[in-house]
């Protein structure tokens, strides 16, 4: 089955500057990367998602970009705030059935912005 | 719209006793999922349903049993209850990209269930 890894487990920027995280995939099937934030006892949240057939993808201040050959894919925040900080999961997803797809996450990267 | 509700919010069990965990959508959406989170693991898929009437294995499906009740209500059931199974389970539903663009699974706000 799919094995997703990602890097850091935690992170600290200073508040105005850029935060990285990166994820790395290991079936080759996989096409579509999603990427949520969840807040301390809150639900997860999707803020970004790329599919396969596109390499880059922006939203105001996040990007996710994708390197299909060398199966990883990482999320960029830059001008980070104070209310970025939280546990941001990345996901890699296969067509199960169906409407299905079969998410496999990633194990968390705790962000703290410091003011 | 309510999105994805569940149901209740925590619970307390002793080893052996059984449970069901409720999970309904108002989304319209085909496919409806059960995750569990544990520190420092991320989401696992427990077990999945494409449709109405289907349901499927996802990677930690041992211990657990799901119903389809119908298009907008998605049960978990834990028949004899571990305390390996002590968790945060959360439901979601997705459209699948039927909508158009769309493959976003929406997640409802969890179930902390402790076994003792």
């Not at chain 1, 803020?47 to 994708?66: C, M, P, Y």
């Not at chain 2, 209500?73 to 959360?90: D, G, I, K």
């Not at chain 2, 997705?94 to 976003?104: H, L």
């Amino acid at each position: 089955g799919e094995n997703v890894e990602q890097h850091p487990s935690t992170l600290s920027v200073q508040e105005g500057d850029s935060a990285v995280i990166k994820c790395t995939y290991s079936d080759s099937a996989s096409n579509y990367f999603p990427w949520y934030k969840q807040e301390l006892g809150k639900r997860p949240q999707l803020i970004i998602d790329i599919r396969s057939n596109v390499g880059e993808k922006k939203d105001q201040r996040i990007a996710v970009t994708l390197n299909k050959t060398a199966k990883h894919f990482s999320l960029h925040i830059t001008e980070t705030q104070p209310e970025d900080s939280a546990v941001y999961f990345c996901a890699a997803s296969i067509h199960s059935s169906g409407s299905a797809r079969q998410l496999t996450f990633g194990s968390g990267t705790q962000l703290t912005v410091l003011p | 719209n309510a999105g994805v509700t569940q149901t209740p919010k925590f619970q307390v069990l002793k080893t052996g006793q059984s449970m069901t965990l409720q999970c309904a959508q108002d989304m319209n959406h085909n496919s409806m999922y059960w995750y569990r989170q544990d520190p420092g693991m991320g989401l696992r898929l427990i077990y999945y349903s494409a449709s109405e009437g289907t349901t499927d294995k996802g990677e930690v499906p041992n211990g657990y049993n799901v119903s389809r009740l119908n298009k907008r209500e998605f049960s978990l059931r834990l028949e004899s209850a571990a305390p390996s199974q002590t968790s945060v389970y959360f439901c979601a539903a997705g459209s699948g990209g039927a909508r158009v663009g769309s493959y976003e699974q929406y997640f409802g706000p969890g179930t902390r269930l402790t076994v003792t």
